[in-house]
């Protein structure tokens, strides 16, 4: 029987190093892999090596920034707990909401991708009651898997990074033997627009290290190991992603036209058995992606609940497993809700959108907090932090600006629902001392 918030055991913290530089890298090994190097060929072509290299800087200004705020704090929440500790329970609250949602937005599409590429195997899983059973299967075991505890999901999550490095390793490895040097042209370099589209689906495809700092509560050292993992997995997924696009860019002719790029290369430079082989592991990829977010997501409730900012029994934690099962199950349903009806790409740029405005939130924390007295100690110190802070706002600020007039409308109201949950437990009676 599952104990009441009040009387709920702590959150065990049973996430190691290696365990939680694994659940940065599974969580960013995502979905873009799978589908970008072909959208953003197609945006910008050879120049998307740019782009990259773009990107990439931006994160690493961004994940500085994340590796010394978070190091003032060990508990659950990543950027919530960051921002209403920094800028007040309201814009706390604000991030809170909006990560959790594009969490679930982002399970969501990629389950959506699961299917997409499982239905190569069999047809009838593209639609009707196969789809829908899949998607419910997914839903229904990972939330078991996370229900029965951490540190039993956290050696599974590993697993699920070991596979996924290996497999996309060897497809880049092997595919660099088979790149043709002629196939990379430099016509004139691309207008803002195009450029400007294909670094901001990159940030999504970087994306990651911020969910991974959500369940900081269940890691151990987390002072020291969230920073210290952030830049090892990144320069890790960085290396990796590079490689996949001169992989694809130098070997499959018709890149622009291809919707499973890594599959196709796969079979241009190892024959069908590769194409087929690169498929399998983009279901792991997936799946793995899917894990990584049913951890996380659930997490980021709890922290809320648990600073009174939404209902209590959300951070009820289960008293023999010691996870936050009320949390996992509300997050569970939503995204099998959304995961039945909604699509894959305008969630993936919405996402990222939503990413950026925290990740400006974040970046800015960190002069706020060396200027606070009251505020943790850091164990991790950033060189010139000012002005990495002050660069890491101003990209993202000039990434916010591309977003279309729907995709800005869609994010103020989901701004605006929040305003309202927010107003309404403000005005709950509170609890008496």
Not at 119 to 140: C, D, H, K, N, Y
Request: a positive charge; charged letters at 10%.
């Amino acid at each position: 029987m599952a104990s009441t918030p009040t009387t709920s055991p702590v959150l065990l913290r049973g996430i190691g190093r290696f365990d939680f530089i694994a659940l940065i890298i599974n969580i960013t090994i995502g979905a873009g892999i799978l589908g970008l190097p072909a959208k953003l060929y197609t945006l910008v072509g050879s120049w998307s090596l740019l782009a990259y290299g773009v990107s990439g800087i931006i994160v690493t200004l961004i994940i500085l920034c994340f590796a010394e705020v978070s190091s003032r704090f060990s508990g659950t929440g990543g950027p919530y707990l960051y921002t209403r500790r920094t800028f007040g329970p309201l814009i706390g609250f604000e991030v809170g909401w909006l990560f959790w949602l594009s969490r679930v937005a982002a399970f969501a599409s990629i389950c959506n991708l699961f299917i997409s590429y499982a239905a190569l195997f069999r047809p009838q899983l593209a639609s009707g009651w196969e789809r829908a059973g899949v998607i419910t299967a997914l839903v229904l075991g990972l939330s078991l898997l996370n229900y029965v505890g951490v540190k039993r999901s956290a050696r599974i999550n590993t697993l699920f990074t070991l596979a996924k490095l290996g497999a996309i390793g060897l497809f880049a490895a092997v595919g660099l033997f088979f790149v043709k040097t002629e196939t990379f042209t430099w016509p004139p370099f691309p207008a803002y627009s195009p450029f400007s589209q294909s670094v901001l689906l990159l940030i999504f495809t970087f994306s990651g290290f911020d969910v991974a700092t959500i369940p900081s509560g269940e890691v151990q050292q987390p002072q020291r190991t969230v920073p210290i993992s952030l830049l090892i997995a990144i320069g890790t997924v960085a290396l990796l992603f590079m490689a996949v696009q001169v992989v694809c860019i130098g070997t499959l002719p018709n890149l622009t036209q291809s919707e499973r790029p890594l599959a196709d290369a796969a079979t241009q430079f190892m024959g069908p058995v590769g194409g087929w082989v690169i498929t399998a592991v983009a279901l792991l990829t997936a799946m793995g992606t899917l894990h990584a977010l049913m951890l996380t997501g659930p997490r980021l409730l709890f922290a809320m609940a648990e600073q009174g900012q939404l209902p209590s029994w959300l951070a009820s934690t289960h008293s023999r497993f010691r996870t936050p099962y009320v949390a996992i199950f509300v997050t569970a349903a939503l995204q099998l809700l959304l995961a039945i009806t909604g699509t894959f790409l305008y969630a993936l740029t919405l996402s990222t959108l939503i990413r950026l405005a925290y990740f400006a939130l974040v970046s800015a924390a960190l002069p706020v907090l060396r200027l606070r007295t009251d505020a943790p100690p850091a164990q991790f110190h950033v060189a010139g932090g000012w002005l990495i802070s002050g660069l890491a706002v101003v990209f993202c600020g000039w990434l916010l600006s591309n977003s279309s007039a729907v995709e800005a409308r869609d994010v103020s109201i989901a701004i605006g629902v929040g305003l309202l949950i927010f107003a309404l437990m403000q005005r709950r009676p509170k609890p008496r001392q």
